[in-house]
C-alpha cells in the first residue's frame, strides 16, 4: 500500500454549478449566469452553444427564469451546505474542493471594498469544513468571470483586469487564509481557447482581431495574475500553498505510423503549455514557434518573464476524465471528451455521452506529469456522469461508478508505487451538481443523489447512493480496500 497517512480523501465542487442564489446576499451576475440548459451539446457544436452577443446577454439577464439557467439555481449549496458537508464528513472526507465566486466579493469586478455579506458566506463555509475536520482547497476562478467586466472589456483580454483580480485575491487570503491553506489560482486554465467566455469572459462578437489571438493574449494575462497571486499568498501566509490545475486530456497516437505520432506530439506541446508556464516558469520556445506560426504574438509586458520565472506555482492539480487518440486520417472516427473532441480509440469502452473511460490513462498521465516536473501532483477531478434510477424503495444502485472509481484508483496507486508524489484526490462531484458544458443534472456524477431534475423540478433532498457507502469504506482503510 503506498498512500502516505497524509493523503487527502475528498471530493471537488464549483460555486457556479452547485451555490446557485444567484441574486443572493449581494451576488452580482458572472457568466455561469446566462449559460442555458443544452442537453448532450456536442463537443463540435459547444463553442456554438456557448458563444454569446451582447443583445443576447442583455436579453438573457433580462430574463429572471432559472428553469432554463439551471446555473442560477444550483442545488441550493448556498443555503444547504451544513447538510451537505455533514453528509461529506460522514464518508470521512479530509479534503473538500469548492471555489469562491468572484461576484459575491466584487459583484461587478471593480469595486474597491468587498461585499461583506459574500465574505461572511464563504467565512462560515470554510469554518464549517474546518470543524468537520475537512480539509479546504480553493479555486480563486471556476469557471464564472464577471459578467460586467465581460461586457465591458472582454474581462481578461484587458490587462487591467489583473489588478483588479489581484484585488479580489488579497481580500481572499486576508479573510479566509486563516482557514484555507491550499489554493488553486485557475480552474482548467487550459480551457479558455476551446470556451472563450467560460473561462475568461471574452464575447467574440466584440473582440478586434483574432480570436485566437484573444484567447492568448487571455491566457497570458492570467499567467501572470496567478504568478502575481502566488507571490502575494506566500508573503502574506509563508505555509500555504498555490497549485495550477490542467485539463489532462492525454493523447495517444492512433497508429504507430509517424505521421500519427508527430501529429500527437504537436497535440502534447500545447497541452503542456499552461504547466510549462506555471510550473516552469517560462513559455517553451517549441511552443511559442507553433503559436507564432498560427499567427499569435504574446504580449509580454516589462517584468512580466521575471514574475513568471520566480513565482511558480508549489504544486500541479489536474482534472482526468478520459482520453483521446489522434489521427492524419480525415476519415478516422471522431468521439466526445471533456469538451473536446478526438479520435476514438477502439480498444477503450465510452460513457453514454461517449467519453472513452481509460483507468491507465490515469497512471500514465501522473507518471508524465511527474516525471516532467518533479512537482507534488492532486488529482482535483475525476468521476463519471452517468444517468441514475431511483428504485421503488428509494435507493440508487450505481455498481457502474464504484468499477469506475475502483479501477482508476488501482492505477492512481500503482502511479504511487512508481514514485509520484501525489498528495491527494477529489472526485468530481462527490454530490449532484449541475454540469459544466449542458446546464443539465441528469448527467450525475455524485455518490449522493439530489431530487431534481433537469428543470429543476423535484424536493431537492439529497440520498445516499450505494456508491457513498463503498467510497467511505476506500476513504478509511486509505484505499487498501477498493472492494
Known sequence: MALSDSFL???????????????????????????????????????????HTVESITAAMADDDETYYPKRRGIDFYHRYPEDLALFAEMGFTVLRVSIAWTRLYPTGEETEPNEEGIAFYEGLFTQMRRLGIEPLVTL???????ALALKNNCWVDRGTIALFERFART??????????????FNEIDGIVRHPLTSGGIIEETVEGSILQACYTALHHQFVASASVTRMLHEMWPESQMGCMLTMLKTYPLTCHPD?????????????????????????????????????EIPFAEGDAELLREHPVDFISLSYYMTLAESVD???????????????????????????????????????????????????????????????????????????????????????????????????????????????ISKRYGFIHVDLDDLGRGSGERRRKDSFWWYQRVIATNGADLG
Not at 476562478?141 to 459578467?147: A, F, G, M, N, R
Not at 511527474?370 to 488529482?379: A, E, Q, S, T
Open 9 to 51: 480523501w475528498g471530493g471537488a465542487l464549483a460555486a457556479n454549478q452547485a451555490e446557485g442564489a444567484w441574486r443572493e446576499g449581494g451576488r452580482g451576475p458572472a457568466v455561469s449566469d446566462i449559460a442555458k440548459y443544452r442537453p448532450n451539446v456536442d463537443p463540435r457544436e459547444y463553442a456554438i452553444h456557448h458563444a
Open 141 to 147: 476562478s471556476h469557471y464564472d468571470p464577471p459578467l
Open 172 to 185: 481572499c487570503f486576508e479573510r479566509f487564509g486563516h482557514l484555507v491553506k491550499l489554493w488553486l489560482s
Open 260 to 296: 500519427d505520432i508527430a501529429a500527437t506530439q504537436a497535440k502534447d506541446r500545447l497541452l503542456y503549455l499552461c504547466t510549462d508556464v506555471q510550473a516552469g516558469g517560462a513559455y517553451p520556445r517549441l511552443a511559442l514557434n507553433a503559436l507564432a506560426r498560427q499567427g499569435v
Open 330 to 440: 480525415p476519415d478516422a472516427e471522431r468521439t466526445p471528451g471533456n469538451t473536446v473532441l478526438g479520435v476514438k480509440n477502439p480498444y477503450l469502452e465510452s460513457s453514454e455521452w461517449g467519453w472513452q473511460i481509460d483507468p491507465v490513462g490515469l497512471r500514465i498521465s501522473l507518471i508524465d506529469l511527474y516525471d516532467r516536473y518533479g512537482k507534488p501532483l492532486f488529482i482535483v477531478e475525476n468521476g463519471l456522469g452517468m444517468r441514475d434510477e431511483l428504485t421503488a424503495e428509494g435507493r440508487i444502485h450505481d455498481p457502474y461508478r464504484i468499477d469506475y472509481f475502483r479501477a482508476h484508483f488501482r492505477e492512481m496507486i500503482r502511479a504511487v508505487d512508481e514514485g509520484v508524489e501525489l498528495m491527494g484526490y477529489t472526485s468530481w462531484a462527490p454530490i449532484d451538481i449541475i454540469s459544466a458544458s449542458s446546464s443539465q
